[in-house]
């Protein structure tokens, strides 16, 4: 496999690392309400594609907390993988998760997790030296570190080892790469409309003023105007 050849629902799997809160309370490198916005949006983009993912947490009842509960929802049926370690790397049902994907082509793994400067980055380096065959595409706007700086170098070092730096929509819009795909087409407008901020106001406007489709919900009258006297 080759990094020139782009993220497909086929080639890819992605894996979720620490969305904790307390992992998330130490965030400093960008809004956390946003990182969380792009973690949803992510998973949902996955969910869309029918792309394998794993979700792995740390020391959750002791210390991190549960994941995201937005996150779960949109996974309800998958396993959470529970670990001690700080890297994911060094736990065996993680592994595991990933080399079974893998075997059925998926070898190019999307990480989002937190710290990115501990528990994306051990994970990384550590999976590219134990399989070369993998290639890690590290989401970095729905990862975050406890500094700007933290962040901002640990997506460096990786860089420098392989990684391949990512948004998450465009990992979205990878996956569904022709609008002609009617398929996936609606459910990735809506997601586009939800998570993706002007863009999905766009979206919203276009189709409503331009194309003069329905508005999304409904509401009660529009009343007035009517000027005081």
């Known amino acids: 496999m080759s990094k020139l050849e782009v993220l ?10 620490d969305q904790q809160p307390q992992m998330a ?27 394998p993912t794993t979700i792995t947490t740390v020391e959750t009842e002791s210390f991190s907390g549960h994941t995201y509960p937005e996150l779960l929802a949109v996974f309800p ?56 065959d993998y290639e890690i595409y590290m989401v970095a706007d729905a990862s975050g570190g ?9 997506m460096d070092r990786m860089v420098q080892a ?10 979205l819009l990878e996956w569904q790469r022709d609008w002609a795909r009617k398929e996936t087409y609606d459910a ?12 999905g106001m766009g979206i919203d406007y276009a ?3 331009v194309h003069k489709a329905a508005e999304r919900v409904t509401h009660g009258k529009r009343i007035g105007p009517n000027p005081a006297k």
């Open 207 to 209: 189709y409503t003023m």
């Open 162 to 171: 392989g990684v391949i730096p990512v948004t998450w929509q465009q990992v």
């Open 77 to 132: 049926e998958n396993d959470i993988l529970e670990r001690t370690s700080m890297n994911s790397w060094d736990d065996q049902n993680v592994r595991d998760a990933l080399a079974k994907n893998a075997a059925n082509g998926r070898k190019k793994i999307v990480v989002s997790g937190l710290w990115t400067e501990v528990c994306n980055t051990t994970f990384a380096l550590s999976a590219l030296r134990d399989v070369p």
């Open 188 to 199: 990735v407008t809506t997601l586009l409309k939800e998570h993706s901020g002007a863009y």
């Open 25 to 51: 309370f130490g965030v400093q490198s960008i809004d956390r309400q946003v990182l969380k916005n792009n973690v949803v949006g992510l998973a949902k983009a996955a969910k869309v594609f029918d792309i």
């Open 146 to 154: 406890t500094s700007a700086d933290a962040h901002k170098y640990a």
């Open 8 to 17: 497909t629902p086929v080639n890819s799997q992605l894996i979720f690392i």
